[in-house]
């Protein structure tokens, strides 16, 4: 079975400083892993996807993040926040990896909301 | 990546009715599925579209109060059954696509509330 932690409720930071949002997941196979965001009454967005190529993945707007399968963690950073970034963030854990013997199904983490302060 | 209309963005309800959500996108796609976010809430997977056959349920929902269909590999539809206040909630399209392109797009989604 897979399933997906994010580690914090809530995360705020002050605008230009660094953006950690942490997510740990569980999974029977080798998994992809995505990060998704949604702003207020907005639709759902990709910022970045592990699909077991490179480990540190690099997406939209600045945001990376590093797959440490040690860890079972795929923490989102970013170096600098923007005011435009205060948002919900997910993290997402799927068995599929574009082959056509797994369910495709995705697993959502709880949800981190990112608040940017001026 | 794939292209989802869905219809409609939102809907106020009266209780004991139903409601069904379209979901079509621009390219065939082989993976469907339907989500749904209630308030304040991550996203749960309601069920699988399956293409010519019975969509795949989670635990915790049923066919009776969420009948899906998917006549083909562009377009499917929700159904909302029998609604009552709790149903309140963003129901979600989303496509994924299998090997080199892999990855998944979401529907703008369905603000529901029921009253």
């Known amino acids: 079975a897979q399933s997906v932690t994010q580690l914090d409720s809530h995360v705020s930071v002050s605008e230009g400083t660094p953006v950690l949002l942490r997510c740990n997941y569980s999974?029977?196979?080798?998994?992809?892993l995505f990060w998704y965001v949604q702003h207020p009454n907005k639709g759902l967005q990709l910022l970045l996807k592990y699909t077991s190529a490179a480990t540190l993945v690099k997406g939209i707007n600045g945001f990376e993040a590093e797959f440490k399968k040690s860890e079972t963690s795929f923490h989102l950073t970013k170096p600098s926040a923007h005011m435009s970034d205060a948002a919900e963030y997910f993290c997402?854990?799927?068995?599929?990896?574009?082959?056509?013997?797994?369910?495709?199904?995705?697993?959502f983490g709880q949800g981190t909301t990112l608040q940017v302060k001026p | 990546s794939a292209v989802i209309s869905q219809k409609p963005s939102r809907d106020i309800c009266q209780r004991g009715t139903s409601l069904t959500i379209q979901c079509q996108v621009d390219?065939?796609?082989?993976?469907m599925f339907w989500y749904r976010q209630q308030p304040g809430q991550s996203l749960t997977l309601i069920a699988t579209a399956n293409q010519g056959s019975e969509a795949t349920y989670e635990s915790g929902f049923v066919i009776d109060k969420f009948p899906i269909s998917r006549p083909n590999l562009t377009f499917s539809t929700l159904t909302v059954s029998n609604m009552s206040p709790e149903d309140s909630s963003i129901y979600l399209c989303?496509?994924?696509?299998?090997?080199?392109?892999?990855?998944?797009?979401f529907g703008s989604g369905t603000r529901l509330t029921v009253v």
């Open positions: 989303s496509v994924g696509r299998q090997g080199a392109n892999y990855g998944y797009t």
């Open positions: 999974s029977s196979y080798s998994p992809s």
């Open positions: 390219s065939q796609v082989t993976m």
């Open positions: 997402v854990v799927s068995d599929a990896r574009g082959g056509s013997s797994n369910t495709g199904k995705l697993i």
